[in-house]
C-alpha cells in the first residue's frame, strides 16, 4: 500500500480534491488525511526515449478465460439440396376467378378455405374434373371466440400440414389477417389497459403495427412448408392504392389487401412482394366503347410489367398470360408449368 505520507507535494500530487480544500479542515484533520497512504507509481525502470514500457502497465488479470472453439470443417451444399416450392401470391378483384385459378394447380392440393367460397365453386370444380385432387380444410370465424380463429388456422398451419400434398392454398390472405386484426383487438389492452373494439382506437397510429406483427409469424410458417417441397399459393382481394412514386408522379396501382402504415411502418403489402417468389395479378379483361366500360369473357394473369399493377415473378418477369374462360364445356385448364418451373 506505500509509506505514510510526509512530503506535502507528492500528497497534492494523490489527493488533489483534498489540497483545495484544506482550508475547510483544521489543523488535526489536515494532519491526518496527509498520513493516507500513497498508491504505487508505475516502474519506469525500462523506460526508452523518456516514455515507460508496456511492462509498467500490465495487463488486467481476469478470473478465467474462455477457450477458443475448435475450428470445424465448411462445406458448400450440393445442387441436389436445393428443391424447394413455390410461395405464390394471387391477388386480384372479387370474382375475377381466383379461387377457381388456384385448384388448377398440378398434383394434389390442400386447399385452406378461410372464406366459404371453395363450397360455392364445387360444381365448376366437379364439371372441370378437378374435385379428386382437392382436399379441403373449412376454418370458420366464431363470433362468440373472435381470436379463437387466428390460433386456429396458425395451429394448423404448424402441424405436418404439408405431407403428402403438392400445394397448399390459403384462401384468402386478406381474411387471414383481419382474423388476426381480431385477435388483436380481443387479447392485446389498448392504452388505458381496456379492450378495444377497433384497430382505430389505438392511438398514433399503433393499431396497424400491432396487426403486422401479429401476421408476420405466418411467413416462417410458409417458409417451412416451402422447405419440405409443397407450393403455398396465398389468395389475396385487391383495392386501388396511391403508389408514391420516387422517379415522379404519384399514379394508382392494384395492390393486395394487406395493411400498410405511413411512413414505412406496418409493411404488410411490401412484405408480401418481398416474400413471395411470384405475386401474381388476375384481371377480368374489360373494353371500353364509346365511353363505355364492356367486360368480355377472359382473363388475364399479369406477372409485372404494368405501372397500374403490383406484380413480379422470380422465372417469368413481366408477362402476361391469357387464361382459359373455364367454360364447362370447354375443359381447358390454365398451365402451371409456365410459371412454376
Known sequence: MGRPCSDD????DYY???VAAELEFSEDETERYKTMPIPKRPSFANATDGKPSAAAFPAPKTQGTTPLLPKTEQTVDGWGDCKRGHFIGLHGTGGAGKST???MLPGRTLFIDLEG???IIRPKLEAMGLLANIAPKFLKYDSKAPAAAWNDLMAFLSSDVAKGYDNIVIDSFTRAQE???QNCIESIPGDSATIRKSLEQWM???GAQ???????PIYPLIDDICDAGANVLAIAHSEPTRFTNADGGDYWQNQPRLVQGEKGKAPGRSTFLEKTDHLLYLAADVSVEKGKAKGGMTRTLYTGGIATMMAKSR???GCAFEVPNWDEADGALFDWSQIIH
Not at 9 to 12: D, K, M, T, W
Not at 210 to 216: I, R
Request: positive net charge.
Open 9 to 12: 507535494s507528492l500528497y497534492s
Open 16 to 18: 488533489p480534491e483534498i
Open 101 to 103: 385459378l388456384a385448384a
Open 117 to 119: 367460397s371453395l363450397k
Open 179 to 181: 382474423w388476426a386484426a
Open 204 to 206: 398514433y397510429g399503433k
Open 210 to 216: 400491432l396487426v403486422f406483427d401479429k401476421f408476420a
Open 315 to 317: 422465372t417469368v418477369q
